[in-house]
């Protein structure tokens, strides 16, 4: 390249974490003491999700302005994420991340309330897997919370500011509800807490899910903990899965390795209690695997029907149900194709977890 050449966007470094911050009623107090402390050189990009009133633009660029010098990005459609940068979601907009790329749509009114948070943090989960921060501070209602459960499914970092603390506490207090924030700080303690999580010299960020498995003798010890307290063999779960939220664990834990956290589950019975509440959390919402539950309609549901006479009861059983949304989605589809063939809804559906919390 000669000395007046720039480099193209896509040659641009990529941000060692993407920290997308949710707020709403009562947001920019702590979004302005989350950035006043915030370092200006964490190799992290900042992406804000608000509730934007549609009729008047936001000042929000020029308040975050007053409290870091990091550059602040109103986003422009196709704007590539970079280190040390915000980036504003614009009124009337709806926005996702692919590719590392910032994509807005407009708002479609007719669809009434919209969760614009919730629905950029899914996008993240997908687009960053342990690559991803997701925040939620004050607001009102549950936007947020639906969105945390993907970003901890694929291995990020969820953090809430402390309900307590929050002007309006119903977000927060709906990601508490979930069991699966990682850590409750007020808003000026988590870039430090976000600056350890990612300085972890033992973390590899990019290290491809196949080869994040050990062995040995205290992953052995872990499991073994586990099937002694709770009487469930997690080793017959996905390895990655497992692997990933326990070294989420030993990062929160500020353990140096997986002996030294073996070591410390053994004499910690609460922090064994977070790991199994970790590893037993589901994501799931109604209609989580289109694919499944088009094949379920149009296959399997007919072809049930087809076998029993019109009064034989249908009983359906749903095992690891986590919170219910599959069981219902399943009792919804069931409904509408017995009201199809106008035969009476006779229909038992039972539905199991052994999480107790999630039930």
């Not at 040659?11 to 009562?26: E, R």
């Not at 539950?293 to 009983?315: C, S």
Request: hydrophobic share 40%; proline share 6%.
């Amino acid at each position: 390249m000669s000395s007046n050449e720039q480099p193209t966007p896509e040659a641009a470094i990529a941000p060692k974490l993407i920290v997308a911050v949710g707020a709403s009623a009562g947001g920019l107090d702590p979004l302005e003491r989350f950035f006043a402390v915030l370092p200006r050189d964490t190799g992290m990009a900042f992406v804000v999700l608000q509730h934007l009133s549609p009729d008047f633009e936001s000042r929000m660029d020029e308040l975050l302005g007053r409290q870091t010098k990091l550059q602040i990005h109103k986003v422009t459609d196709g704007i590539l994420v970079e280190p040390d940068h915000v980036y504003l979601i614009p009124p009337r907009k709806e926005m996702i991340i692919a590719g590392g790329k910032l994509l807005l749509t407009d708002k479609d009114d007719s669809r009434g309330f919209s969760l614009p948070i919730d629905h950029f943090f899914r996008s993240l989960a997908q687009d960053a897997g342990r690559r991803a921060v997701a925040i939620v501070l004050s607001g009102a209602g549950s936007d947020g919370s639906r969105g945390i459960r993907e970003v901890h499914e694929n291995g990020g970092l969820v953090i809430c500011q402390v309900p307590e603390g929050a002007r309006f506490q119903s977000m927060p207090l709906s990601a508490k509800q979930t069991g699966i924030v990682d850590l409750f700080l007020p808003p000026e303690e988590m870039p430090s807490a976000i600056v350890r999580y990612a300085s972890d010299p033992e973390r590899t960020w990019e290290t491809p899910e196949g080869e994040l498995v050990p062995s040995g003798s205290a992953m052995d010890d872990i499991l073994r903990l586990l099937r002694a307290e709770y009487g469930i063999d997690f080793a017959h779960y996905k390895p990655s899965t497992v692997v990933r939220r326990i070294e989420r664990r030993i990062n929160l834990s500020n353990q140096l390795d997986i002996a030294e956290y073996a070591r410390m589950l053994a004499t910690t019975p609460d922090e064994l209690s977070s790991l199994y509440r970790d590893l037993l959390i589901g994501v799931t919402r109604f209609f989580r695997d289109t694919e499944a539950f088009e094949q379920l309609q149009t296959q399997v549901i007919p072809a049930i029907l087809a076998a029993r006479t019109a009064n034989e009861e249908i009983r359906v059983w749903i095992a690891a149900c986590a919170t219910g949304e599959e069981a219902y989605t399943i009792a919804m589809l069931f409904h509408e194709a017995l009201e199809a063939a106008h035969r009476p809804l006779n229909l038992k559906i039972f539905a199991t977890d052994v999480h107790r919390h999630s039930l």
